[in-house]
């Protein structure tokens, strides 16, 4: 299995800028990626679903779908950062080579009041983002 590459927010941004062709798979539930926001120009293939939260059986099939080449540089973002690694082992289980998860996601951690936003993340950094 390959490795897996782990950046904060700004260096993947950073990395994805110099990555020609570079696919970046926010694997967050759909109502999460378009209510709560997402990276700008991200493709959206959920990992798990609501409400179950149940591994999606086509995740593989429509991750080949942008990107059939297994070396092609897929980088992978979730709401912290735990389902994106999930995501990426199964790639890179599945032969995906040049794999990098988004750690802080696009929320970030949880603060001392339970809230996301205040202690990193895609969105807390001030990268592109938009929301549906």
């Known amino acids: 299995m390959s490795e897996i590459a782990r950046l ?5 941004w950073e990395r994805m800028q110099s990555c020609p062709g570079a696919v970046l798979i926010d694997v967050r539930d ?3 990626f378009a209510f709560v926001g997402h990276p700008s120009g ?3 293939i959920p990992w798990k679903t609501a ?4 591994p999606n059986p086509d995740f593989l099939r429509q991750v080949k779908g942008f990107a059939p080449e297994s070396d092609r540089p ?4 979730c709401r912290s950062g735990q389902r994106s690694l999930d ?10 080579r040049n794999l990098t ?4 996601g696009f929320e ?8 996301r936003g205040a202690l990193g993340g895609w969105r807390y950094h001030g990268l592109p983002w938009e929301q549906s």
């Open 8 to 12: 904060n927010p700004v260096d993947a």
């Open 87 to 96: 995501a990426a082992r199964a790639l890179a289980a599945a032969g995906y």
């Open 30 to 32: 759909p109502v999460e």
């Open 42 to 44: 991200a493709v959206n």
């Open 74 to 77: 897929l980088f992978l973002l």
């Open 101 to 104: 998860n988004v750690e802080e």
């Open 51 to 54: 409400p179950d939260w149940r």
């Open 108 to 115: 970030g951690a949880l603060d001392a009041d339970r809230h």
